[in-house]
T-cell receptor, first 111, second 116 residues
Framework: QKEVEQNSGPLSVPEGAIASLNCTYSDRVSQSFFWYRQYSGKSPELIMSIYSNGDKEDGRFTAQLNKASQYVSLLIRDSQPSDSATYLCAVRRNRDDKIIFGKGTRLHILP | GAGVSQSPSNKVTEKGKDVELRCDPI?????LYWYRQSLGQGLEFLIY????????KSGLPSDRFSAERTGGSVSTLTIQRTQQEDSAVYLC??????????????FGSGTQLSVL
């Protein structure tokens, strides 16, 4: 099992709809989780971080964490064409502070 | 500096040559990470530094790869006897501290390495 798994996509969502991106991780004791957005040809940029079970909202973005299920998700409300990018899930491993990334999910927002 | 700076932005080299990639982190950031991203792939963890120390070098793909950091600032990633499979974008990121659970990574623009 990969340490951080994501569906590679592409995930196509109509403009204005909710995009739902999912991630699972294998290290049960991890406590820090991040979502990065990467536009084609650019570097990743942080959009959300979450450390506690439940939901965390920031504007149109909501991160959800379920440590019992080892599952992290990102919801994007009112999707815009500018949201089209690859979304990378990242997990900090407690035992050695490494930050491990998933392979990313490509998101396409259809105008 | 204002952001993480990497140089060169592009490097074309011949198979078998050595290359050196440089990363200058955000001022005051004690943690520095190196990742590799092949075309269409995710980020592969290579190594991280807390200060000048690299606690775990097991992510480096082979003994042709080495990294160092001096003065708690600039880091260099050296690839000896480059191979075509080394072609990728090498990304550097920094954060305030590796040991803080909520520290966030700030990435540089990367070095595109092409081995012919």
């Amino acid at each position: 099992q990969k340490e951080v798994e994501q569906n590679s996509g592409p995930l196509s969502v109509p403009e204005g709809a909710i995009a739902s991106l999912n991630c699972t991780y294998s290290d049960r004791v991890s406590q820090s989780f991040f979502w990065y957005r990467q536009y084609s040809g650019k570097s990743p940029e942080l959009i959300m971080s979450i450390y506690s079970n439940g939901d965390k909202e920031d504007g149109r973005f909501t991160a959800q964490l379920n440590k019992a299920s080892q599952y992290v998700s990102l919801l994007i409300r009112d999707s815009q064409p500018s949201d089209s990018a690859t979304y990378l899930c990242a997990v900090r491993r407690n035992r050695d502070d490494k930050i491990i990334f998933g392979k990313g999910t490509r998101l396409h927002i259809l105008p | 500096g204002a952001g993480v700076s990497q140089s060169p932005s592009n490097k074309v080299t011949e198979k078998g040559k050595d290359v050196e990639l440089r990363c200058d982190p955000i001022s005051g950031h004690t943690a520095l990470y190196w990742y590799r991203q092949s075309l269409g792939q995710g980020l592969e963890f290579l190594i991280y530094f807390q200060g000048n120390s690299a606690p775990d070098k097991s992510g480096l793909p082979s003994d042709r790869f080495s990294a160092e950091r001096t003065g708690g600032s600039v880091s260099t990633l050296t690839i000896q006897r480059t191979q075509q499979e080394d072609s990728a974008v090498y990304l550097c990121a920094s954060s305030l501290s590796a040991s803080s659970t909520n520290e966030k990574l700030f990435f540089g623009s990367g070095t595109q390495l092409s081995v012919l």
